[in-house]
C-alpha cells in the first residue's frame, strides 16, 4: 500500500486529496497543528499527526515521514505577518524537502501557485510579495534537492467543483485565472501516480482538457 504524508493537512486541498488518496486505496497522514482538526481530517480517511511544521527541526520532521513513500506540502502561513509567512512558506518547505531524503521518502510534491519564481513581479510593497519571495524560494531549493519533484502553479484558487478539466501552461496568468481547489487536489493525485510527471513545474488552470491529457509531457 501507498503511503503518503500531507503537510498542512487541515487546508482545503489538502482536505480534498486525502479523501482522494484514500479512496484510491492509499494510506495517508495529514500533519496538522491544530488538534482540534483531528476530526475533520480523520473524516477524509487520512490519519491525523498533530505536529507544529513551523516550529519543528528537520529531525523532528523526519520522524513523522519516515515510511512514507511521497510527501505533498500543501501548508502556508495564510497571508499573516512577512515574517511568519517566511517562516512557513520558506524555511519550513525546505526543512521538510530535507526532512524527506533525510527520511528516505522519494517523491516530493510542492503545491505552488501560477506564477511562482524569481521575476514574480510582485512589487515590494504589495501584501503578496512576502509570500511570493517564500515560494520562489522553497521551489528553487527543491529543484535542486535529489528528490522526485513536482511542483504545481494553479491559479487562484476558488471552491468551484473539481470536473477534471485543466489547462496546463496557461498563457493568460492574470489574478483571474481561477483553479478549483478541487481541482489541485486532483491534479496532484494524478502526479502522485505517474512517475514521469517527476522533474517538471506544471502551472494550471481550470479549463477543457481531461487530466490524461493535459498532464501528458509536451512534445
Same mark, same amino acid.
Given at each position: @500500500?501507498?503511503?503518503?504524508?500531507?503537510? =498542512? =493537512?487541515?487546508?482545503?486541498?489538502?482536505? %480534498? +486529496?486525502?479523501?482522494? #488518496?484514500?479512496?484510491?486505496?492509499? %494510506?495517508?497522514?495529514?500533519?496538522?497543528?491544530? $488538534?482540534?482538526?483531528?476530526?475533520? /481530517?480523520?473524516?477524509?480517511?487520512?490519519? $491525523?499527526?498533530?505536529? &507544529?511544521? %513551523?516550529?519543528?527541526?528537520?529531525?523532528?520532521?523526519?520522524? *513523522? #515521514?519516515?515510511?512514507?513513500?511521497?510527501? /505533498?506540502?500543501?501548508?502556508?502561513?495564510?497571508?499573516?505577518?512577512?515574517?511568519?509567512?517566511?517562516?512557513?512558506?520558506?524555511?519550513?518547505?525546505?526543512?521538510? @524537502? &530535507?526532512?524527506?531524503?533525510?527520511?528516505?521518502?522519494?517523491?516530493?510534491? @510542492?503545491?505552488?501557485?501560477?506564477?511562482?519564481? $524569481?521575476?514574480?513581479?510582485?512589487?515590494?510593497?504589495?501584501?503578496?510579495?512576502?509570500?511570493?519571495?517564500?515560494? *520562489?524560494?522553497?521551489?528553487?531549493? #527543491?529543484?535542486?534537492? =535529489?528528490?522526485?519533484?513536482?511542483? +504545481?502553479?494553479?491559479?487562484? !484558487?476558488?471552491?468551484?467543483?473539481?470536473?477534471?478539466?485543466?489547462? /496546463?501552461?496557461?498563457? &493568460?496568468?492574470?489574478?483571474?485565472?481561477?483553479?478549483?481547489?478541487?481541482?489541485?487536489?486532483? /491534479?496532484?493525485?494524478?502526479?502522485? =501516480?505517474?512517475?514521469?510527471?517527476?522533474?517538471?513545474?506544471? %502551472?494550471?488552470?481550470?479549463?477543457?482538457?481531461?487530466?490524461?491529457?493535459? !498532464?501528458?509531457?509536451?512534445?
Amino acid at each position: @500500500m501507498t503511503r503518503i504524508a500531507i503537510i =498542512g =493537512g487541515h487546508g482545503k486541498v489538502a482536505l %480534498e +486529496l486525502s479523501g482522494i #488518496l484514500t479512496k484510491d486505496g492509499a %494510506e495517508v497522514t495529514s500533519i496538522i497543528r491544530n $488538534p482540534d482538526h483531528r476530526d475533520d /481530517v480523520a473524516a477524509t480517511g487520512a490519519t $491525523p499527526a498533530v505536529l &507544529d511544521v %513551523e516550529r519543528s527541526t528537520t529531525a523532528e520532521l523526519a520522524a *513523522a #515521514l519516515t515510511g512514507h513513500d511521497a510527501v /505533498v506540502w500543501s501548508a502556508g502561513a495564510g497571508g499573516g505577518s512577512p515574517e511568519r509567512t517566511y517562516a512557513v512558506d520558506r524555511d519550513a518547505a525546505i526543512r521538510s @524537502m &530535507d526532512a524527506a531524503a533525510e527520511a528516505g521518502v522519494p517523491r516530493y510534491v @510542492m503545491v505552488s501557485y501560477l506564477g511562482a519564481g $524569481p521575476d514574480h513581479g510582485v512589487p515590494a510593497d504589495n501584501s503578496f510579495h512576502a509570500y511570493a519571495e517564500a515560494k *520562489a524560494a522553497a521551489d528553487a531549493y #527543491l529543484r535542486g534537492t =535529489g528528490l522526485a519533484w513536482t511542483i +504545481l502553479g494553479p491559479g487562484s !484558487l476558488t471552491d468551484g467543483p473539481g470536473n477534471g478539466l485543466i489547462d /496546463v501552461a496557461p498563457a &493568460d496568468t492574470s489574478a483571474g485565472t481561477g483553479t478549483a481547489r478541487a481541482n489541485v487536489a486532483l /491534479v496532484a493525485a494524478a502526479v502522485l =501516480g505517474l512517475p514521469q510527471t517527476a522533474g517538471r513545474t506544471i %502551472e494550471f488552470r481550470d479549463g477543457t482538457l481531461p487530466l490524461a491529457a493535459a !498532464l501528458e509531457p509536451a512534445t
